[in-house]
C-alpha cells in the first residue's frame, strides 16, 4: 500500500509536467475545439455597390474572405497588411458585415480598396451561416471549401502562422 | 396637429425600439425556442446564453433559432446547426460522446479511486 501511495505521488507530477509541457510547446495553429473544413453556404448578396447580385458560383476557386465593416475598428488595424497582400497578388474578397452601403464605399474610397468585390451582408446571414461571431473574420476558401477561419485581426505573424502553412500544402496561389 | 404628428413619431420610435417579438405556430414551439435559447451560448460573450445577451451575432441566432423551429426542425437538428458553426462549447450541456466520456464519467472513476483506497487502508490496519 505504502509503495502504492508513493507511486502515485510520483505520477501525479510527471503526468502535469508532461501535459503542460505539451500544451505550452504546441507552436501547431489551433482552429478550434471541433474546427472541421466546411462547403460554404449558398447564398445570393448585393455587392455594396448595388450593381449585381452575386452567388456562391461567382466565388473565385481560390480566395480569401475578409469579414469587414466600416464600424470595425480592428479592420482598419487590419487594412494595411491586406493592401499589401492584393499587392502580392492574393485574392481578396469581402464580407461587408451590418453595415450601411453608402458607409462602406466611403471607407473603401477613404482608405483604398483591397477587396476584388464587397458582397453586402446587412442582416448578417451568410455570416451567422459561416460561423461567424463579429469583425474582422478571415476564411481561406478552395473550391467552395473553407479551409481557415480565423477571428480577429490578420497580420504578418498570425499570416506566417496560420494561413501560409495551410495555402502552401494546399498548394495555393501559384 | 403638431402634437399629434410628435405623439405619433414618439410611438414609432417606441416600435423600432421595441425588442424583436418571435412569432410561432404554437404554444410548444415557443416554450421549445425558450428552453433553446437558455441551452446555448452566446458565442460572442461566452459567459452568458443567448437568451441573456444582446449581442448582434446573439440576436441572429435567436431569429435563425425561431425561423428554423418555425420550420420544423427538432431541437436536436437545430443543436447540431449552432454546433457546426459555433464549436462545441456552445452548448451549455456538453455532449456524451467520446471525447467527453473523461468529463462525464471522470469524477465517478475519481470516487470509485478514491474509495477503494480507503477500505483497502482500513484492512491493512
Redesign the interface.
Given at each position: 500500500?505504502k509503495i502504492f501511495i508513493r507511486l502515485v505521488i510520483l505520477i501525479i507530477p510527471i503526468v502535469g509536467f508532461v501535459f503542460f509541457y505539451n500544451l505550452l510547446t504546441e507552436d501547431k495553429f489551433y482552429p478550434?475545439?471541433?474546427?472541421?473544413r466546411?462547403n460554404v453556404p449558398v447564398f445570393a448578396l448585393d455587392d455594396i455597390t448595388s450593381q449585381k447580385i452575386y452567388t456562391k458560383d461567382d466565388l473565385n476557386d481560390e480566395l480569401l474572405l475578409n469579414v469587414w465593416a466600416s464600424w470595425c475598428i480592428t479592420c482598419r488595424v487590419e487594412h494595411g497588411f491586406l493592401m499589401e497582400l492584393k499587392q502580392e497578388g492574393f485574392l481578396i474578397t469581402g464580407l461587408n458585415y451590418?453595415d450601411e452601403s453608402t458607409d462602406a464605399n466611403n471607407w473603401l474610397n477613404l482608405y483604398g480598396n483591397p477587396y476584388s468585390f464587397s458582397l453586402h451582408d446587412i442582416?448578417?446571414?451568410l455570416?451567422?451561416?459561416?460561423?461567424?461571431?463579429?469583425a474582422p473574420e478571415t476564411f481561406l476558401i478552395k473550391n467552395g471549401e473553407v479551409l481557415v477561419h480565423y477571428s480577429g485581426e490578420v497580420n504578418l505573424a498570425v499570416w506566417d502562422n496560420v494561413f501560409y502553412p495551410v495555402i502552401k500544402e494546399n498548394k495555393m496561389f501559384r | 396637429m403638431k402634437k399629434i404628428v410628435l405623439l405619433n413619431l414618439l410611438f414609432s420610435i417606441c416600435f423600432i425600439q421595441g425588442n424583436e417579438v418571435y412569432k410561432f405556430h404554437s404554444l410548444e414551439d415557443e416554450k421549445r425556442f425558450y428552453d433553446l435559447i437558455q441551452e446555448i451560448r452566446c458565442p460572442k460573450c461566452t459567459s452568458g446564453s443567448i437568451a441573456s445577451s444582446n449581442a448582434p451575432v446573439s440576436e441572429d441566432l435567436k431569429n435563425k433559432i425561431a425561423e428554423l423551429i418555425n420550420e420544423g426542425y427538432s431541437d436536436k437538428e437545430i443543436k447540431e446547426y449552432a454546433k457546426a458553426r459555433f464549436g462545441n462549447e456552445v452548448l451549455y450541456n456538453p455532449e456524451v460522446n467520446s471525447s467527453t466520456y473523461l468529463l462525464w464519467y471522470g469524477p465517478f472513476i475519481f470516487l470509485f479511486m478514491i474509495l477503494t483506497g480507503f477500505f483497502f487502508r482500513r484492512k491493512s490496519q
Amino acid at each position: 500500500m505504502k509503495i502504492f501511495i508513493r507511486l502515485v505521488i510520483l505520477i501525479i507530477p510527471i503526468v502535469g509536467f508532461v501535459f503542460f509541457y505539451n500544451l505550452l510547446t504546441e507552436d501547431k495553429f489551433y482552429p478550434g475545439a471541433n474546427f472541421d473544413r466546411f462547403n460554404v453556404p449558398v447564398f445570393a448578396l448585393d455587392d455594396i455597390t448595388s450593381q449585381k447580385i452575386y452567388t456562391k458560383d461567382d466565388l473565385n476557386d481560390e480566395l480569401l474572405l475578409n469579414v469587414w465593416a466600416s464600424w470595425c475598428i480592428t479592420c482598419r488595424v487590419e487594412h494595411g497588411f491586406l493592401m499589401e497582400l492584393k499587392q502580392e497578388g492574393f485574392l481578396i474578397t469581402g464580407l461587408n458585415y451590418k453595415d450601411e452601403s453608402t458607409d462602406a464605399n466611403n471607407w473603401l474610397n477613404l482608405y483604398g480598396n483591397p477587396y476584388s468585390f464587397s458582397l453586402h451582408d446587412i442582416k448578417g446571414s451568410l455570416a451567422l451561416d459561416m460561423g461567424v461571431t463579429g469583425a474582422p473574420e478571415t476564411f481561406l476558401i478552395k473550391n467552395g471549401e473553407v479551409l481557415v477561419h480565423y477571428s480577429g485581426e490578420v497580420n504578418l505573424a498570425v499570416w506566417d502562422n496560420v494561413f501560409y502553412p495551410v495555402i502552401k500544402e494546399n498548394k495555393m496561389f501559384r | 396637429m403638431k402634437k399629434i404628428v410628435l405623439l405619433n413619431l414618439l410611438f414609432s420610435i417606441c416600435f423600432i425600439q421595441g425588442n424583436e417579438v418571435y412569432k410561432f405556430h404554437s404554444l410548444e414551439d415557443e416554450k421549445r425556442f425558450y428552453d433553446l435559447i437558455q441551452e446555448i451560448r452566446c458565442p460572442k460573450c461566452t459567459s452568458g446564453s443567448i437568451a441573456s445577451s444582446n449581442a448582434p451575432v446573439s440576436e441572429d441566432l435567436k431569429n435563425k433559432i425561431a425561423e428554423l423551429i418555425n420550420e420544423g426542425y427538432s431541437d436536436k437538428e437545430i443543436k447540431e446547426y449552432a454546433k457546426a458553426r459555433f464549436g462545441n462549447e456552445v452548448l451549455y450541456n456538453p455532449e456524451v460522446n467520446s471525447s467527453t466520456y473523461l468529463l462525464w464519467y471522470g469524477p465517478f472513476i475519481f470516487l470509485f479511486m478514491i474509495l477503494t483506497g480507503f477500505f483497502f487502508r482500513r484492512k491493512s490496519q
